[in-house]
């Protein structure tokens, strides 16, 4: 049997809603510490390509493997405790809370098995350091105790990363992390994402093509639900069939 060279790989993904063929049939591999971006354009079902991967919708048929085992059927919170974490296109914390307790808060909501057996104050004191290296990692130390609520709308984003972090995942799966910023703020996310990639492996929904350009190795594009093409970033760069359906003229309308 021949070993995969992927971390985390969909084979024939697909996702029907009713007659709407959303997910088609997708076949994508991530290799572990790549990153790369899903691109497309709006409704070519790269949200519920990553909904698929990370178990927050059950696939209509296909498989999803995971370090060479089927997790097609698992769902979300199962998925995110085998090291796959997700953010979202909409802010997720909770506004009235620390950035320091928003981290705790994610951290202890996926401990593993091995460390509920741990006293409840060395299991403090693990979550509570968790929190205070996501928070570091993301930026947002000198943050730790500001209320959420009260930051600017891209330090909410980066605590959505921080969050995602304090759950001490080995994919980050981030959709549309620079929605709705301005353009201090992209740079800001851009360098934060170009860091992670070093030591995360990236899957990455977005449609800013800088940034995508700036942080992605390996482009995967969909388009109605298909998989036009997926490789190096020169070759989906130089194909005429991506130009034609994507990044040709109107690509900036994007
Ligand atoms: N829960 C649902 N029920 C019915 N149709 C859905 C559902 N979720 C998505 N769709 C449809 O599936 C298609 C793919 O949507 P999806 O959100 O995955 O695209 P996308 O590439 O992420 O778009 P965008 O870039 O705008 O976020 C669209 O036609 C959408 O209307």
Redesign the pocket.
Known sequence: MSVSPFLFETKGLT?S??G?I??NAVSIGFKECEAHA?I????????????LLTGH?PASGGHVMYKGSDITRLPAHKVARLGIGRSY?KTNIFPSFTCFENCRLAAQSLLPHSMRFLRPAAAYREVSARASEALERAGLASRAGRMAGTMSYGEQRQLEIAMVLATAPQVLVL??PLAGMGKEESEGMVRLLQDLARSYTLIL?E?DMDAVFAIAKVLSV?VN?TLLESGPLDQIRASKAVQDAYLGDGAEA?
């Open positions: 996702k809603f009713g709407l959303a997910v899903i497309g354009p709006n409704g070519a079902g790269k949200s519920t390509f990553v909904n919708l296109q959709d549309e929904i449609h969909m639900g994007y």
